[in-house]
């Protein structure tokens, strides 16, 4: 790429070179190196192959199942869960189990619940806004990170995903 330059010490216009490569931040991660952390942390796996399946009317009934849960945090900034119950939730509970048989969890709500710094990062990363936007307007810390320490500003810098980005940043992410 070529390009002019002024150098106010000479009163002129100079030309210049650049390397186009020059140019081009490379990651400091590599995709699968991110994949790999996120798909070990709690719930990794589930919440990579259940959150990219959300979307549309799902996706919406998800959020407006999750607006009416309450995420209570402890000394230890771990969030403890207040489900409401019904009749019908219990009708349309889908069983899905932890990969590590661990704890069954019984919507995509639940998941978002039991799990919400795993759907941080991982949202963050696969690009889903209206997953991030809930999630922090439900108070899960913009500052959660993974166990290299990338956090969700990170993971959707990674991605320029401008819109997460710019919602993290509305939340307080450095």
Not at 74 to 85: A, F, G, I, M
Not at 86 to 109: C, F, H, W, Y
Not at 110 to 132: F, K
């Amino acid at each position: 790429m070529s390009g002019r330059a002024y150098s106010k010490s000479e009163d002129s216009l100079e030309s210049f070179e650049r390397d186009d490569e020059s140019m081009t931040q490379k990651q400091p991660w590599s995709k699968e190196e991110i994949e790999v952390a996120l798909s070990n942390l709690p719930g990794g796996n589930i919440v990579s192959s259940l959150i990219p399946t959300l979307h549309g009317d799902t996706l919406q009934k998800v959020l407006e199942e999750f607006q009416c849960v309450t995420l209570k945090k402890n000394e230890n900034h771990k969030h403890n869960v207040s489900l409401p119950t019904s009749a019908d939730e219990i009708k349309q509970n889908t069983t899905l189990v932890d990969e590590n048989g661990a704890m069954p969890i019984t919507t995509a709500r639940q998941l978002l619940v039991e799990w919400p710094d795993t759907c941080l990062l991982i949202s963050s990363w696969l690009g889903h806004v209206e997953i991030v936007k809930a999630l922090l307007e439900k108070g899960v810390p913009v500052s959660t990170s993974d166990t290299d320490g990338r956090t969700p500003l990170h993971l959707a810098a990674c991605t320029t995903s401008t819109e997460i980005v710019e919602e993290l940043l509305k939340h307080g992410a450095a």
